[in-house]
């Protein structure tokens, strides 16, 4: 399965834990976006990065949160002393760089946070 | 500020019937729109992108339509069944590559028996 693969697939944390979501793009895509989506309501946009750079960081949350993309090995999101609002699922998404195919982006299965 | 609308919540319709889902957008100038189909617990799937230069896009029961004078595009399935019951997100992606992707707060599709 060549897909967007996500893990944990789900993570309970306690208040004040960190969080790490890993993300692996499909293979030859280097581009990576990050949602979120709380219960009942629609996807919101987070990050999207390139290999080593964040491109467009405008829906991060300006504290706890952050997300990077290396050089070799997967994307992660990475949330700091987490507290109940943040419970929510985290989705992936990758996309190529070809310019005609690349603007459409493909998901994994996400990862359900659940914060106690 | 940019907006992406769709225009219901929730649509119920009856088996065999044709759903159509609306989306308007503002303060966007969309080289493609796209349509994503998401099923409870799981990621969207990509279903169809449709250019700004395209007025309408078909593949087998679905068929889009892109009107960018009304900032608009409606999505169809014809001939419903219940397996189409899902929420219907569309997505827009402005000019270049390097822009990222933003959805809809999407329809939740319930085809019934």
């Known amino acids: 399965n060549a897909g967007v693969m996500q893990n944990p697939r789900h993570l309970v944390r306690r208040r004040g834990q960190e969080a790490r979501l890993r993300c692996s793009p499909m293979k030859g895509h280097s581009h990576v976006y990050w949602y979120r989506q709380l219960p009942e309501e629609g996807l919101k946009f987070m990050v999207y990065l390139q290999k080593e750079n964040i491109i467009d960081e405008s829906g991060m949350p300006k504290e706890r949160f952050s997300a990077e993309f290396p050089k070799e090995g997967p994307s992660i999101l990475r949330i700091q002393q987490v507290v109940r609002g943040d419970s929510a699922a985290y989705f992936c998404a990758s996309s190529s760089t070809d310019s005609d195919s690349g603007n459409t982006i493909y998901f994994g299965e996400g990862s359900w946070l659940t914060v106690v | 500020s940019q907006k992406i609308e769709q225009n219901s919540e929730a649509l119920n319709i009856q088996e065999g019937k044709t759903a159509t889902l609306t989306c308007n957008y503002t303060?966007?100038?969309?080289?493609?729109l796209q349509w994503y189909r998401q099923d409870p617990g799981r990621g969207p799937v990509f279903l169809l992108l449709?250019?700004?230069?395209?007025k309408e896009k078909r593949k087998e029961r679905l068929k889009v339509t892109f009107d960018t004078t009304l900032k608009q595009s409606l999505f169809h399935i014809t001939a419903s069944q219940p397996a189409d019951s899902a929420t219907y997100l569309c997505?827009?992606?402005?000019?270049?590559?390097?822009?990222?992707?933003?959805f809809g707060a999407g329809t939740r599709l319930t085809v019934k028996p």
């Open positions: 449709i250019r700004e230069n395209e």
């Open positions: 303060n966007y100038s969309p080289a493609y």
């Open positions: 997505a827009l992606r402005g000019d270049g590559n390097n822009n990222d992707m933003r």
